[in-house]
């Protein structure tokens, strides 16, 4: 296909803008391929005389840019038009052929709800990353998020979203929803993924966060008491929860109270792994508050998101990959 005035006017800039090198990232590290495969069993085929089905790579390219710049589906359709770093991103040449509209756009993303495809996309950007070695199975670091929610009833139903509910975290109140992550201890991969209401206790979902092949684990204080729990008696996991603040802060100097705290160090400079996805969640994706509404849908939303972070987090290491294997 030749290339348009405006491509070649683009391809000629001198300067690359943040979100060419963002877009150029998610480019190189995403596995397309093997996300495509999962999605294809469930894709239109376009079997009759209707219109032909838009190629599914396509779809699935425009889903995540919607998805990393925090779009909506009229905005992802709008975006396509303003910036040519997404249009090349997508693979559109507005002079031969116009932008999948918002309605495309919203029907793919039910279709990705509905079949649980954003947990098998997440699954197999895991898959991936494990086979090169950049997940291991010695320990997991657990933590959970609150993304707020609107808590006004001045919409359409008239009320509050009712899977979402309101938590006290110090002296604010909250209303919304928890996303609950395992991360690898390693390399801050996260691997499982378990949302619930934000009034849910952090320690409940513990077990849940687990890949099952761990030795240790690490919490924050929220997560004192774990290893008592019925669900985790006959684990064979060893728990390292922090102290908390006051008890720590208490701790003797004394020699037993000072390597009491080099281990406090110890844990928490492991537990900080857990926050590099939560960061390119909220602040490189700009998940700050619900996209959607209900607990399935965001969801869903959270799996590709994460899935995606872990890619920008594994990015350096792929590259290196790549390198060593094309020398």
Not at 233 to 256: F, M, Q, Y
Request: aromatic letters at 8%.
């Amino acid at each position: 296909m030749q290339a348009s005035f405006s491509e070649f006017e683009y391809a000629a800039k001198k300067k690359m803008t943040r979100r060419d090198r963002f877009l150029g990232e998610i480019e190189a590290v995403t596995p397309w391929s093997a996300l495509t495969a999962e999605i294809q069993p469930f894709y239109p085929k376009g079997e009759g005389r209707g219109r032909p089905p838009i190629g599914l790579e396509r779809m699935l390219r425009m889903y995540i840019a919607q998805q990393c710049f925090g779009l909506s589906d009229e905005g992802i359709e709008d975006a396509i038009y303003d910036s040519q770093a997404i249009r090349r991103f997508v693979g559109i040449d507005l002079s031969h052929e116009s932008a999948p509209d918002a309605t495309t756009v919203l029907k793919f993303r039910r279709l990705l709800e509905t079949n649980q495809l954003t947990e098998r996309i997440f699954a197999a950007i895991n898959l991936l990353l494990a086979t090169k070695g950049l997940i291991l199975k010695e320990g997991t670091v657990v933590d959970a998020t609150i993304i707020a929610a609107p808590s006004s009833t001045k919409n359409r139903d008239g009320e509050r979203d009712p899977e979402m509910h309101q938590a006290k975290k110090g002296n604010q109140w909250h209303f919304g929803m928890k996303a609950h992550i395992g991360v690898d201890a390693d390399t801050g991969i996260t691997h499982t993924l378990v949302t619930t209401p934000a009034n849910t206790a952090d320690v409940t979902q513990a077990h849940a966060l687990l890949h099952g092949q761990e030795v240790d684990a690490f919490a924050d204080a929220g997560y004192r008491g774990v290893e008592k729990r019925a669900e985790n008696r006959n684990s064979k996991v060893d728990w390292h929860v922090a102290l908390r603040p006051g008890k720590r802060r208490a701790l003797p100097d004394t020699p037993l109270g000072r390597l009491a705290e080099k281990v406090e160090q110890f844990k928490a400079s492991v537990r900080a792994k857990v926050e590099h996805p939560f960061h390119i969640v909220k602040n490189v994706f700009g998940l700050k508050k619900v996209r959607y509404r209900g607990l399935g849908k965001n969801t869903a939303q959270l799996f590709t998101l994460f899935g995606m972070a872990n890619l920008l987090i594994a990015k350096r290491r792929l590259f290196a990959l790549h390198a060593q294997g094309a020398s």
